[in-house]
């Protein structure tokens, strides 16, 4: 699947925190595409995420909401 620049998706995998004190984000979570396909992989901006730093998740990490 294909997602495009300010759409919205929601994970399909849980995101653990990346360092003590950050944002953990369990499968389901919803988020904004904010950044195209590099690598294999989307910059997503997770709703409830106080730092908004987007998260990096393959197409199959994600789905439509």
Do not use: C
């Amino acid at each position: 699947m294909t997602f495009t620049l300010g759409q919205r998706v929601r994970t399909t995998v849980n995101a653990p925190a990346a360092w003590p004190g950050a944002h953990a984000a369990p499968a389901g979570t919803l988020g904004t595409i904010t950044g195209p396909k590099i690598g294999g992989s989307y910059g997503v901006l997770l709703d409830g995420d106080p730092d908004q730093l987007p998260a990096s998740y393959t197409a199959d990490e994600l789905r439509p909401a």
